[in-house]
């Protein structure tokens, strides 16, 4: 039974534009929320994260929106760039200490690719 | 500032024999922790360490032992590998506390099991 879930296996945007990556959860434990990017043969990056007690947290062109109610967070790129082309994890935990104790659980990534 | 050194980087194994992955660290972090991930999949948690001196299960630990060998270092084993143990092994550390500390990764171990 999937906890974290990506819909979305790939999403393509053009530069320039907005990017919107989309993730569910099932689990109401999980109080702290990050987004991972991954380039081949690359260990996944930490790009930005979220704590329960915010709906929102924004890091240059990277905003995360927690909808709790919903079970829904989505990570928005503003502008895309061609760079931003990778696959990119939602990842969920139990505890502030953002899986200081118990760990992550990944989603299954979408791979987002940004057009020219 | 080399962060989470993983080794090696790629290993075939034959069914039946056994290895250990290296993993290490370098940021002084408390918790450290062995991922695998499969085709089109996310990564799935296989052991962690919370602390130096405990270990702890994952969500697919069966095959597997680790060693916390000491603060920096925490080894994953496989006794006698299996097909279903091809994978690519990401190791990670994090601290612990505050308002939530990431994990970061090392490049990972791709190994393949004959």
């Known amino acids: 039974d999937q906890q974290v879930k990506q819909n979305s296996p790939s999403l393509s945007v053009q530069e320039g534009r907005i990017s919107i990556l989309n993730c569910d959860y099932t689990?109401?434990?999980?109080?702290?929320f990050l987004w991972y990017k991954k380039y081949p043969a690359e260990g996944p990056t930490f790009l930005i994260s979220?704590?329960?007690?915010?709906d929102k947290n924004e890091d240059g062109r990277f905003t995360v929106f927690l909808n709790k109610s919903a079970k829904h967070l989505s990570l928005h790129i503003v502008p895309s760039q061609p760079g931003d082309s990778a696959v990119y994890f939602c990842?969920?935990?139990?505890?502030?200490?953002?899986?200081?104790?118990?760990?992550?659980?990944f989603g299954k990534g979408t791979h987002l690719i940004i057009q020219p | 500032n080399a962060g989470v050194t993983q080794t090696p980087k790629f290993q075939v194994l034959k069914t039946g024999q056994s290895m250990t992955l290296q993993c290490a660290q370098d940021?002084?972090?408390?918790?450290m922790y062995w991922y695998r991930q499969d085709p089109g999949m996310g990564l799935r948690l296989i052991y962690y360490?919370?602390?130096?001196?405990?270990?702890d299960k994952g969500e697919v630990p069966n095959g597997y032992n680790v060693s916390r060998l000491n603060k920096r270092e925490f080894s994953l084993r496989l006794e006698s590998a299996a097909p279903s143990q091809t994978s690519v092994y990401f190791c990670?550390?994090?601290?612990?506390?505050?308002?939530?500390?990431?994990?970061?990764f090392g490049d990972g171990t791709r190994l393949s099991i004959l």
């Open positions: 940021m002084n972090h408390n918790s």
């Open positions: 990670a550390s994090s601290d612990l506390g505050g308002d939530g500390q990431p994990q970061h």
């Open positions: 689990n109401s434990m999980f109080d702290y």
């Open positions: 990842a969920a935990s139990e505890g502030l200490s953002g899986g200081g104790a118990d760990g992550l659980t």
């Open positions: 979220i704590s329960s007690i915010k």
């Open positions: 360490s919370a602390s130096e001196g405990t270990t």
